[in-house]
């Protein structure tokens, strides 16, 4: 078996690194296309190097454009590759431009595609990642939804065949990543104790291309009676350095590596965030999220308070960390164990059927 996955930003980077290691544990090839559309070693390499990634085959060195010319330019240098490559599989992961460009040159090449994290919807579309997620779901043969409202969400669009519900890859390795850093002390970025700040981070378009979205959040924060630790993505770094005064009680650092993050968030009191991934680590994590957006696609972690949906409202987000969560989190229940695993049977069994797969897989949304 041969599959092509197709990574580029920060999160595809710690989504792949489990499923990499199942398909190799499995003696499967795997070609490993980096698109680049992030670079900075703080965004890209650290992964690499920290979770035991293998280098890349391909690198196509895309870089930062306007998305479409991030995405044709993807498209352009991928589908060589992928012609050239001929795997059984591509798999892409998530809902970025590199999602996105792996997916159209797969579908026009007629290679069966997989995507994981199928299903997710904000239901808006003024979300580049709403596009992206959408055409990627609906050019898709292999359909590897995180949860079961992920699934419910293709089937009201129409899309049951090769549906499977597998959890989640991010969700498995911060469970793992927790249990390695536990103990260890915090990364020097962090200078106060376990339980005594928040955590905040915020990379959001509709936060950051809008000057006064992201400073109406740096308002919330300010009020805080508690320091904040802010790693600065490199979309937000402009915004942080026009800043005409700094909140003091925000300690504003560079990104941190995968495990300093999951260390930073394990003993936060609380996280702010408007990113994906994070507000899925802190309801693993059983760590109070406010999320700084009116809307999530992870609405599993808004059970029991959780996870708040605060928007950019400076009171909205002091309401939101006074409040405390009403019940234990049941993350075990909403994410299960093994999704790597669930991955390849379910890319074994489906390449085994051949192109008539499709309909074997209806019955694991019901
Ligand atoms: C992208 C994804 C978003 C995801 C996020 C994860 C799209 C449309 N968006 O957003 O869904 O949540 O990644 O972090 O694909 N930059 C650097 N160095 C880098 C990377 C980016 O300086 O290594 C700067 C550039 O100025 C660039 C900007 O950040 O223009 C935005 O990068 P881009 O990859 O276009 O989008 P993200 O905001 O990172
Ligand atoms: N992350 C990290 N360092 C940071 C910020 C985030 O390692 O400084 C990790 C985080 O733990 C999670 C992933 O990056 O695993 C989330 O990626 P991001 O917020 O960039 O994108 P999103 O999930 O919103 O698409």
Redesign the pocket.
Known sequence: MKVLSVVG???QF?KAALLSEELARRHWQECLVNTGQHYDY?MSKV?FDELGIKDPEYNLEVGSASHAVQTALMMQRLEPVVAAEKPDWVIVF???NTTLAGALVAAKLKIPLAHVEAGLRSFDKSMP?EINRIVTDHVSQLLLAPTQSAADNLRREGIVDGVAVVGDL?VD??RRAAAHVRGRPLPSCIPFAAGTYGLA?V??ASNTDDVEAFRSILEGISRLPFPVVF?V?PRTAPLVERLPERPRNIVFC?????L???AA?MHARVIL??????Q??AYVLGVPCVTLRDTTEWTETLEDGWNVLAGTDPGAIRAAVERSPAGPVSAATVFPLSSACRIADLLEEACACGRVFVSHFTSAVS
């Open positions: 930003a920060r999160p710690i703080k992964f998530g809902d970025t990642e991010m390795l911060v981070t990379h959001r790693p993505h560079e990104p941190l590596s995968y300093d993050m999951v968030e965030t408007d990113s994906g991934g994070v899925k680590e």
